[in-house]
């Protein structure tokens, strides 16, 4: 076999730049898994902060009450007017879902429960809220005067409480466990709660937050869920979600208690107002009753009357029915006067009496749709004030309503009015036709009249004062409680089962992460695999292991020196053969020409020349190893030399100098080669390496010598190694494991590419091996197998 063919046998396969290394998912999978046990402790972790966090954190419940709501005519209300029944429902759910929510009725459930006051049980790892405190503490002051959050720090001890206030800094120690009035810097009470033994609570804290009433309420609104059960439903469904299921069963249960209670309010309010209208009507009727009774009295007394018979026929019949049309629309005109007189006295917008007997459907509607719009107007007179959008609109609609009212009795009485002049007129001609009747019976008829008038309307309002006291009585809320608060068992919050499954997610996700982006930006070349995803063109011919212990003999280093035994055998390999000298035969060829060399500092290159001419040494050859880094010199550190032994470059600057006299000889070791240091350094190296003197040393080595070493200077950073690279047979180039850049592995491709190198094989420098050997095929020669040792990827130091 040729040696060109033996060097093509390196290349696996032909290489296409344009196409993208497929991605193996069986090895992708073998290298995060080499990562186990960063998976297992993260695993491992996240589970431990789960399970602590689930030790600590509050169990949060759900809480629930479900109420029907109620309209008038489902109210138990007592009313003789049956007509209600036939009215269409007229709940408005988000007008209620408001009232539910809205900061009064919630300032009470506040105030009823003391939820302003928090009691934070403190402990070394976490603290959570108590709602069964051993304590009792309330606000000293009035409660319109606490305007910000109070926070004390409570203590219990032997002898009563250690009390300290966080705004002010300042302590107070009680004796005994009562603390009836109120401190400088300390405007609270306390009292121990009730079946609560004090003295098992001692060494106890607690720290204490006192809220302003609105500022609890309105936390509490935003707590509390009211909705509608369904689209169409009366059903309203209130949720409070707590760590503390008894304690917001109390609340939801306390809120709707409330909310009855206001509805009550309500409808008593406007039975109150009636009876009040009717118990001031019944002053003025007794007086008016008082005074027709006198004057009738003292009417037949003056007169000697006792019995007037009634007049027969059809006259008498006609005059009686005029009479009784004129009784009813007088008393309809006294009603309206009454009503009227009433809206004259209003100045505010107080409610008007409701169904006292007025035969005009259309004002008592009006009168019902008014005293509603009030009732409204006063609950958000309560929460908003007077400039508030939502009650100038209630004003203006109450101003228009009580003008439609004041209209609407206009006409009526105008329309009574009328009635009551064509009822007058047809009286006065029945009247005519009794002229024969004597003076006296008409008057008397007269004064009963007004008698049996002011009887009947006294007899109406009483009849409707007792309607309103019996609603006053007998009032029922406008809810149905369809079931108290029920708390939930199965906490909603942590869902046990979601979260460690999520523990075991990030254990995973969270190491794969790292580990890919790791991999995924990390450019450095590491092994033979990151070299064969850029090029396949350039064989690795080496892979020396890095040394475990810096200060280790390298030549006591099994490994190491197999590695450079492997080395020079592959680089001889691939090296093709040299021209004979005479006298012609095998023994008398040229020696070979290894160019050793790398793209920047840093990267091990004099450190594999000086041990790939001991390994070369070790094989009978006869070696010279040649320092060109004629910058930067790092041989001499190898032989224990100065930095300023005379070398190439005084050989190549003085004519009269002969290279073989500058030769350092390495015989203190079992095997010997020669070397030739760099020299002093000079100040144009490059004109050094062009002089004709270095390719007259390069053809007198070449007969001397098996292989010449040359250490030549970095390619990336001057030009000295490219410029005297067209004189080697081979050239060695290094990466270091962990260093060297993938781009500068694509600027050494270019070099082979732009045939500047000749002859290239990359050696990897200082890679991370096992302890022992994987001999297996590639590219001919056996080699280590690496463990990627992520640690030392991120924090290994260069030599």
């Known amino acids: 076999m040729s040696k060109d063919s033996r060097k093509n046998s390196f290349v696996n396969y032909n290489y296409n730049e344009n196409e993208r290394t497929p991605i193996n998912l069986i090895d992708s999978f073998k290298k995060y898994l080499e990562y186990w046990p960063w998976f297992l402790y993260s695993i491992i972790i996240s589970l431990i902060i789960v399970f602590t966090y689930l030790r600590y954190a509050d169990v949060i419940y759900v809480t629930e009450a479900k109420v029907k709501l109620l309209d008038d005519k489902k109210n138990a209300n007592f009313s003789l007017d049956i007509s209600k ?7 408005n759910l988000e007008n209620e879902i408001a009232l539910f929510k809205s900061n009064r009725l919630l300032e009470q459930v506040v105030q009823n429960l003391k939820l302003n006051v928090v009691y934070i049980s403190k402990a070394k790892i976490n603290s959570k809220t108590d709602f069964n405190p051993p304590f009792v503490i309330s606000y000293a002051l009035p409660e319109d005067s606490l305007s910000g959050i109070l926070k004390f720090d409570v203590s219990i001890t032997k002898t009563g409480y250690t009390i300290l206030n966080k705004e002010s800094g300042k302590s107070l120690q009680t004796k005994g466990y009562c603390l009836n009035t109120a401190v400088l810097h300390f405007p609270i009470i306390i009292q121990p709660s009730a079946d609560v033994d004090i ?24 707590d509390i869920q009211v909705t509608s059960m369904r689209k169409d439903s009366d059903i309203i469904s209130l949720i409070l979600k707590s760590s503390d299921g008894k304690h917001a069963q109390i609340i939801l249960n306390n809120l709707i208690k409330v909310f009855e209670e206001d509805g009550i309010k309500d409808i008593q309010q406007v039975s109150r107002r009636t009876i009040d209208f009717v118990d001031n009507r019944f002053l003025f009727l007794k007086e008016d009753l008082n005074a027709i009774e006198i004057e009738k009295k003292e009417y037949k007394k003056s007169n000697n009357l006792s019995f007037i018979q009634e007049d027969a026929g059809l006259s008498i019949k006609t005059k009686s029915t005029n009479e009784q049309t004129l009784f009813d629309v007088e008393s309809q005109l006294l009603l309206v006067q009454l009503l009227r007189d009433n809206l004259d006295r209003e100045v505010g917008f107080d409610l008007l009496p409701a169904d006292i007997g007025i035969q005009s459907t259309t004002i008592n509607e009006l009168i019902g749709l008014f005293n509603t719009t009030v009732l409204q107007y006063q609950k958000m007179l309560l ?11 209630l004003v203006n609609s109450i101003k228009k309503q009580k003008k439609n009212i004041e209209n609407s009795v206009k006409g009526f009485k105008q329309q009574l009015e ?10 006065r ?3 005519n036709n009794f002229s024969s009747l004597p003076e006296k019976e008409k008057v008397l008829r007269h004064i009963e009249r007004q008698q049996n008038l002011k009887e009947n309307l006294y007899l109406l309002l009483l009849q409707k004062r007792e309607e309103a006291a019996i609603n006053l009585a007998v009032v029922t809320p406008n809810t149905k409680i369809i079931d108290y608060a029920i708390t939930n068992n199965v906490p909603i919050y942590p869902k046990t089962t979601f979260l460690i499954f999520i523990a075991l997610f990030l254990g995973v996700v969270f190491p794969f992460v790292i580990l890919y982006f790791i991999f995924r930006y990390d450019d450095k070349i590491y092994n033979v695999n990151d070299i064969e995803s850029i090029t396949h063109e350039i064989p690795v011919i080496g892979e020396v292991p890095t040394s475990e212990n810096k200060e280790e003999n390298i030549e006591t280093n099994l490994e190491i020196v197999e590695a450079f035994r492997t080395l020079a055998h592959n680089a001889e390999f691939i090296t093709p053969y040299n021209e004979l000298i005479p006298p012609f035969n095998e023994n008398n060829k040229l020696g070979k020409i290894f160019f050793v060399t790398s793209s920047i500092k840093g990267e091990g290159k004099t450190f594999v020349s000086y041990n790939l001419a001991v390994a070369l040494g070790q094989l009978g050859k006869k070696i010279l190893l040649v320092g060109t880094d004629l910058r930067n010199p790092q041989l001499h550190k190898h032989l ?10 005084n050989y190549l600057h003085n004519v009269s100098l002969r290279w073989q006299d500058l030769i350092c000889k390495n015989n ?12 002093d350094i000079p100040p144009n190296p490059i004109l050094l390496l062009s002089n004709r003197k270095f390719n007259m040393f390069i053809n007198e080595a070449k007969e001397v010598y098996d292989i010449i070493i040359f250490d030549t200077p970095p390619t990336l950073l001057v030009s000295d190694a490219l410029i005297i690279s067209k004189y080697a047979d081979t050239t060695l180039y290094v990466v270091r494991s962990g260093m060297t850049e993938k781009k500068l592995l694509s600027y050494s491709k270019k070099l082979n590419d732009e045939k500047k190198l000749k002859n290239m094989g990359y050696v990897i420098n200082d890679i991370n091996m096992t302890n022992g050997y994987n001999w297996g095929y590639n590219y001919g020669y056996g080699r280590f197998v690496e463990k990627k040792n992520l640690y030392k990827r991120l924090f290994k130091s260069r030599r």
Do not use: C, H
Not at 201 to 207: L, R
């Open 85 to 91: 029944v036939l009215n269409k429902s007229t709940i």
């Open 199 to 222: 003295n098992s609570f001692i060494d106890s804290n607690y720290e204490i937050v006192l809220k302003p009433v609105g500022m609890a309420a309105l936390e509490l609104s935003n």
């Open 383 to 393: 929460g908003a004030g007077d400039n508030n959008p939502t009650v100038q609109v």
């Open 418 to 427: 009328t009635s009551r002049n064509q009822i007058e007129l047809a009286q």
């Open 429 to 431: 001609v029945a009247n």
């Open 640 to 649: 224990d030399q100065v930095k300023n032994n005379k070398g190439l470059s």
């Open 668 to 679: 203190t070791k079992e095997f010997s080669f020669d070397v030739l240091l760099s020299g």
